[in-house]
Structures are given as structure tokens and as C-alpha cells.
């Protein structure tokens, strides 16, 4: 796996090992200098090879906006600050995001996500469908997975068990936030237990569906909206 080689920059130093926390949860992000001040972070960037900027906007000496615009060729920035104020400015300088603080693991995810669809995008290159991907939030770890390689979802109390191709993983998401996140064109909810991937669904008989190695149930309050996407 290719290494996104990360710098954190940030004038409180807590603000900084935060930062660092969330991105050890996210084994291709690799951090590779911190730094309190933009001059310092400037010098070390004239000498490293650097991907991707967490930077904060507040900062004595050069802000992170000043800071950002001083580079003749800058890596990809996110800016973390408490501040809503510089938004508009922020991303006109075509930033990858803005995150507030205090910045939660998942909100970080999604930025995460954010930098890979530009480098993507950057690369010159479609996402296929089967290229897209889910966080899943797994003990004290998002782990990446893609879409096409979900079996189903099961609902287990306020958790849920995905079953993948690589064996199951159990994410701390109820099945209702998980069917807000997952595409209403590839998955669907056919019971208050299970999710499925509609391109999976091999038949449909009365009220259980058939999926390669597997029976699922169909609840009735589910049954006209799976009539519905499979054009019955």
C-alpha cells in the first residue's frame, strides 16, 4: 500500500496529536512531520516530499489561508479550525475540506474519502461502482470496504454484522443509519433485519429472497418497495 505522506500543522499542540489519533485508525495515511508554526512547516516542505496538509487557519505569525496561498505548488490542504468564518475563502482556494473542531473520527473518515475521490479524480479516472466504498466503524477503527464485496447486512441490537466475501465484520451502525449511507440504487432494505445488495438478489419466491448462498426473509412492510426496484 502506498503511503499518503501527511503533514499536521497546528499552533496548539493537542490540537495536532488529535489529529494524529484519528489517522492512525487509516493504515495508508502516514505522518511525516508536525509542526506549531507555517514558516517551520514551510522549510520542512521545501525539503519533503509532502501529499496532504492538515492545517489550521488561526495561527500567529502566517495563518493557514497565507500560508496556503505562499506555495508556489501545494500539496492537497484540509483545514481543521474552530472558525466558520473563512469557509467561502477556504474553498476557493480549492481545498479538499474544511473541518471543524472539535473533529470526530467519522467526520474525519469522510474527509479521508474526499482526498481519495480527488486523487481519482486527479488521475484521470471513472469510478467504477464496484470502486466505491463504505466506512465502517469496527471496535475503535473505520474499516474501508468495498461495495461490491458486501453479501448483506444484519441487524444485531444497536450493531450490525456485515457479512463480505472475506468472512464478517460486526460495526457499531444500526441498520437504519447504515441504509441512510449505503446507494438506494444498489442496496435495499427487505426486512427489519437484513440489507441487501440489489444486484445479488438471484430470485424472489413468495416472501424470502435467494442471494448466491443465503435466504433472507422478506418483512411485509418492505415488500412493495422491493417489488418496486426489482420491476415486479
Do not use: W
Request: charged share 30%; proline share 4%; hydrophobic share 40%.
Amino acid at each position: 500500500m502506498q503511503k499518503i505522506k501527511c503533514l499536521l500543522l497546528d499552533d496548539e499542540p493537542i490540537a495536532i496529536r488529535i489529529i494524529e489519533r484519528h489517522l492512525e485508525n487509516f493504515p495508508e495515511m502516514e505522518v511525516v512531520g508536525r509542526f506549531n508554526s507555517a514558516p517551520s512547516a514551510m522549510s520542512f516542505i521545501r525539503e519533503n516530499e509532502v501529499d496532504l496538509i492538515f492545517s489550521d487557519i488561526e495561527m500567529p505569525q502566517m495563518n493557514g489561508l497565507q500560508f496556503l496561498k505562499s506555495l508556489a505548488k501545494a500539496p492537497a490542504f484540509i483545514f481543521t479550525t474552530a472558525y466558520r468564518n473563512y469557509a467561502v475563502e477556504a474553498f476557493d482556494l480549492d481545498v479538499v475540506d474544511y473541518l471543524m473542531k472539535p473533529i470526530s473520527l467519522e467526520r474525519m473518515a469522510r474527509s479521508i474519502n474526499r482526498y481519495h475521490d480527488r486523487l481519482t479524480a486527479d488521475a484521470g479516472v471513472v469510478s467504477a461502482p464496484s470502486e466505491e466504498i463504505i466506512n465502517l466503524k469496527v471496535d475503535k477503527k473505520i474499516v474501508r470496504l468495498a461495495l461490491d464485496k458486501i453479501d448483506y447486512f444484519e441487524s444485531f441490537g444497536d450493531y450490525a454484522i456485515c457479512r463480505h466475501e472475506g468472512g464478517k465484520l460486526v460495526t457499531r451502525e444500526t441498520l437504519a443509519h447504515l441504509q441512510e449511507l449505503l446507494p438506494s440504487n444498489r442496496f435495499i432494505r427487505i426486512h427489519r433485519q437484513f440489507i441487501v445488495p440489489i444486484a445479488k438478489i438471484e430470485s424472489i419466491s413468495g416472501n424470502t429472497v435467494y442471494l448466491k448462498d443465503k435466504e433472507l426473509p422478506v418483512g411485509r412492510s418492505y415488500r412493495n418497495n422491493l417489488k418496486l426496484k426489482m420491476n415486479l
